[in-house]
């Protein structure tokens, strides 16, 4: 069974932020991630961690202004002096809290931009050399254009490519399987396919983005699956508990704590 990290920002809402880590530890999770951490100093998060015996699987850097709309900035050319901060804003929380993977997001831009593109291959070059000395990998998730009209990486051959083109050994695919099912389905081919390049995978029903086990895919097929490809990453729980975070847990499997 992989090892599953609660993610904060959508599970334990019941809670308030902070408190969610003590939460997630009681359920039986080894692992969070959340968003953004930003609202809060990098030391209180990693209390939280710490006092609970957490890790921290995962977080986006600085996404722009997130309530007028922004969705990442990485794509965006005027915005390379931003993009360049909001890196190292994230390696100070990377740092403190001891994660190992930052979720880079593009923002909304024509996928077919020439300028936009060229803006998103300096901004992960940038990325990728700044966390590498850390031993950070730096992911890229391709978004369904449902949830995220707009968004300039919205497929899963786009971020495959990139990645290739690349050849950042450090620039990873974020492969949620919620959004690779309405974008393309053939999940379990994706993920046969794509694993080698992925560093992080997260989970939720399709369509309505719930507890696994509720939609259309099978997914206890799918962690079959990721056990025999031998996937040693998180899966992370990116899902809106239908009625109650503690309600939700029948399909969670704990995973010994390491
Ligand atoms: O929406 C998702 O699936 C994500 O993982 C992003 O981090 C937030 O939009
Ligand atoms: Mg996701």
Same mark, same amino acid.
């Given at each position: 069974?992989p090892?599953?990290?609660?993610?904060?920002?959508?599970m334990?809402?019941?809670?308030s932020?902070l408190?969610r880590?003590a939460?997630a530890?009681?359920? %039986?999770?080894?692992?969070?991630?959340?968003?953004?951490?930003?609202?809060?100093?990098p030391?209180?998060?990693?209390d939280?961690?710490?006092?609970?015996? $957490?890790?921290?699987?995962?977080?986006?850097?600085?996404? %722009?202004?997130?309530?007028a709309g922004? *969705?990442?900035?990485?794509a965006?050319?005027e915005?390379?002096?931003?993009?360049? !901060?909001?890196?190292?804003r994230a #390696?100070?929380?990377?740092l403190?809290?001891?994660? *190992?993977?930052l @979720?880079?997001?593009? %923002?909304?831009?024509?996928?077919g931009?020439?300028?936009?593109?060229?803006?998103y291959r300096?901004?992960?070059r940038?990325?990728?050399a700044?966390?590498?000395? @850390? %031993?950070? !990998?730096?992911?890229i998730?391709? $978004?369904n254009?449902? !949830?995220m009209?707009?968004?300039?990486?919205d497929d899963?051959?786009?971020?495959?490519?990139?990645i290739?083109?690349?050849?950042?050994?450090? #620039?990873?695919?974020?492969?949620?399987i919620?959004?690779?099912?309405?974008?393309h389905?053939?999940?379990?081919?994706?993920?046969?396919?794509?694993?080698p390049?992925t560093?992080?995978?997260?989970?939720a029903?399709v369509? $309505?983005?719930?507890e696994?086990g509720?939609?259309?895919?099978d997914?206890a097929r799918?962690?079959?699956t990721?056990?025999?490809?031998?996937?040693a990453?998180?899966?992370g729980?990116?899902?809106?508990?239908?009625?109650?975070?503690l309600?939700?847990?029948?399909?969670?499997v704990r995973?010994?704590?390491?």
């Amino acid at each position: 069974m992989p090892r599953f990290a609660a993610n904060l920002t959508m599970m334990f809402g019941e809670w308030s932020f902070l408190d969610r880590f003590a939460e997630a530890a009681e359920a %039986g999770f080894t692992a969070v991630e959340f968003l953004f951490p930003y609202e809060h100093q990098p030391a209180e998060i990693a209390d939280r961690l710490e006092r609970n015996g $957490l890790e921290q699987a995962l977080f986006n850097l600085p996404p %722009g202004d997130w309530a007028a709309g922004e *969705r990442g900035l990485a794509a965006l050319p005027e915005r390379a002096a931003e993009f360049r !901060d909001s890196v190292a804003r994230a #390696l100070d929380y990377a740092l403190a809290t001891k994660a *190992r993977r930052l @979720h880079v997001m593009a %923002g909304l831009a024509p996928s077919g931009s020439a300028e936009a593109g060229a803006a998103y291959r300096e901004a992960l070059r940038h990325a990728c050399a700044a966390a590498a000395p @850390h %031993g950070i !990998d730096i992911l890229i998730e391709p $978004l369904n254009k449902r !949830d995220m009209p707009g968004y300039f990486l919205d497929d899963f051959g786009m971020a495959a490519d990139i990645i290739a083109e690349l050849g950042l050994p450090n #620039l990873k695919l974020q492969f949620d399987i919620y959004h690779r099912q309405i974008l393309h389905g053939d999940v379990t081919r994706g993920l046969e396919a794509l694993l080698p390049i992925t560093g992080h995978i997260q989970i939720a029903s399709v369509p $309505l983005r719930q507890e696994p086990g509720t939609g259309e895919l099978d997914d206890a097929r799918l962690f079959a699956t990721l056990d025999e490809l031998d996937y040693a990453g998180f899966v992370g729980c990116e899902y809106r508990p239908r009625a109650g975070t503690l309600e939700g847990l029948a399909w969670f499997v704990r995973a010994p704590r390491r």
